[in-house]
């Protein structure tokens, strides 16, 4: 299990990437520069695009839950932990030294 | 469910793929395309026939809209994202680069069907199959273009024996590939001038619409102009052999956008394609149910539409082939008429032509005395291109007295479409 993400922190989508939603739900990421394809499952996509560097990791975590209104909190806070982790794993996303404007 | 399947055998996976089609799938249609997927359709079979008629990310859609797993639904899911990576990103950035390059030598470019209805119609150009991008250019412009393309690596394409004159008498260039990139077809006319037929380009190019292609502005044909050149693209370039994808396209564009009909028949009576789009509207009809409102039915074509067209029509959009003998046509014209005696005296005149039709197809001078001598070289050509047919409607062959009877429709056809 990764480290815990301070809900304080704030993270954005790599800019190298496009994304497009498939007609299944799924989102389908496309690296222009290095010419690379990665598919996310629905919610994942949807956290990919709220990622805009000035919502904090509590914020997504609101704004999914508001989506996904029956999700438990705990195990949606959880997955979303996860999914970050994931998502800056494969660098679809990244840590901004300064919030984005 | 479908209103024509008394007339032509449906068979189940056909059925289903063109009740999965629909952008939305009424309660009725769900519960007869799920009766159809669990009455023992063949996966493989509807995955063949989604693939000849371009549909395969179609009937993903639709298979997604009823909801029940299935391995088919499986494979279409594996397919789907790396279809999108194409249609959603490669070739968009090839398109965009394609317009750029045009747009900073001056020259316009209306994008026709491919990405702008993936885009711009079924809001997801992944669901629009295609395998080139048509551009219209002004006539004025089209060697300019052609040139740019050259100076991104495209060549033309040499893989078909293109006749010298192609460029002239079709209404688009021969196609230019790319190494890497989708082939381009410059258009330099909507479709090959033909009949009444008389469009109004200043109109399209006024009427263009913005469309927006990975970030670079761009153009595409009015709605109405998009209804009106899918009918004639369907009708005048294939005789209707186009596969279910340009039927689909026609639906998808009355579902997603508001189709100003008034504007559609004025257009059609000005441009002298009132037949060709009825009866692409109503060869649509026939599949999907009613997809324009009778009254456009009614001032687009008030007598109607003679029942042979009209199964013609649809023998060839589901065949994907131009039924008929073409390459015999004549010969199949006089084998239709019931008097043997007349058959063979058309035949003969064939045999024995005037001397000047032989002296022009020769090249020689009416009055040179070789073009007698050019007699058995013109037979020896119609037996040789003619025998085999000749033979086999002497010997009452079903199948070819079949495409003898079809070539007849198709010519009556090509006629009464030219007299719209």
Redesign the interface.
Known sequence: MSSYLSETLMVCKAHTWKATVLPDGRWLLYNQTEHQAITLAATAGILWELCDGRTPVAGLIQQLQDLYPKAQTEQLKADIQRMIHSLLEQELVIIPETPAS | MLSFQRRLHLDRELDLLITASRRHLSADQQVHAAALLADGSDPQRLYNLAETHHLK?VL??GL?QLGAASPLRDRL?RE??EQ??FY??VYP?QLAAVLAALDAAGIRALILKGYALGQAVYD?P??RAYTDFDLLIPPDQIMQAAHILTELGYTRDTSHDYPPDYDQQHHHLVPYVHPEWLPVELHQRLVTPQGSLHIDYDSVWAQAQRIDIDGTAAETLSVEHLLIYLALHAACNHLFNVGLRALCDMCEVIAAREVPWTQVVADCRAWGCTRQVYMMLRIASEFYGPIAPEAVFAQLCPQGIAPEFLNYGITNVLETTMAGLKTSSGLAEVWQSPDPAQRWWAILARFFPPSSEVARTYDLANTDWKRWLYYPRWQARLMQRHLATGLSLLRSDPATLERAQQEAVRRDLIDWMSKA
Request: no cysteine; hydrophobic share 60%; charged share 20%.
């Open positions: 990310m993903y859609r997604i899911e789907a994202a999108a990576l959603e990103f950035q997801q992944v669901l």
